[in-house]
């Protein structure tokens, strides 16, 4: 089974039986960061937009580790004329990874590099791997059509960002749950910098009160396995 580990910010590290995802490995620079970006190991790098605290250091650790960073066509254009091995997608599209596979889905959020390119939209992920069903919804507000995430996808794990200010806060990551119905929820991108600070508490006991999904607050460096379960079984616990 896969498993997870949250290495702060939004950033993960996926370890898989056919190969590890880093997703939106913002290391250094990272107060709250676990590792440096010269010890992430990864196969596969899924960026969800191009704002300095996701793409981080994403082509630096594709370079070094030869890497794929799968993102849109624009962030993944741009990544390539960095020298970074890429495979560009868009929202409804499904791509093909070593050790499974990724749809990318819209974020209500925007993408621009540090050194000011703007690249579009940004997006979220749904990664399948191991029989397992992992969304990391990137930097968003709260949208309706989440719902038809959660619709499509028997979700064993949602990686929600609840730190407002730039993103959903704690109320609208609980509607978000409603609507996405994952078996598990770990919270994100909140308590780097002070406009995000938050309880992740706050977000746990509301959650658990308000759904039948269970909510795993992991500390940098901390890990979850992932395993996937029946697709009645989940719509009973969902």
Do not use: W
Request: aromatic residues 6%.
């Amino acid at each position: 089974m896969p498993e997870l580990t949250y290495l702060g910010h939004s950033a993960f590290s996926i370890a898989c039986s056919k190969g590890t995802v880093l997703i939106d490995p913002f290391l250094d620079g990272n107060p709250k960061a676990s590792i440096k970006a010269k010890d992430a190991k990864a196969d596969v790098i899924l960026v969800t937009h191009a704002h300095g605290d996701h793409l981080g250091d994403a082509i630096s650790i594709a370079k070094r580790t030869g890497a794929t960073i799968v993102g849109t066509f624009e962030l993944a254009n741009y990544c390539a004329d960095k020298g970074a091995k890429v495979m560009d997608g868009h929202f409804g599209g499904t791509m093909a990874l070593p050790m499974g596979r990724a749809k990318l889905f819209p974020a209500i959020h925007s993408s621009c590099t540090d050194d000011g390119v703007y690249l579009g939209q940004a997006a979220s992920f749904v990664l399948e791997a191991d029989g397992a069903r992992m969304y990391h919804a990137g930097d968003t507000a709260l949208f309706g059509d989440m719902r038809l995430i959660g619709e499509e996808f028997d979700l064993d794990v949602a990686m929600l960002p609840i730190g407002g200010h730039y993103t959903m806060g704690i109320e609208d990551a609980v509607r978000a749950v409603k609507m996405l119905r994952p078996v598990v929820v770990v919270p994100m991108h909140y308590s780097t910098f002070p406009p995000i600070e938050v309880d992740p508490q706050m977000f746990k006991r509301l959650v658990e009160k308000e759904t039948r999904t269970e909510c795993v607050v992991l500390k940098p460096g901390e890990s979850l396995a992932v395993e996937g379960i029946g697709h009645q079984e989940r719509r009973e616990v969902a």
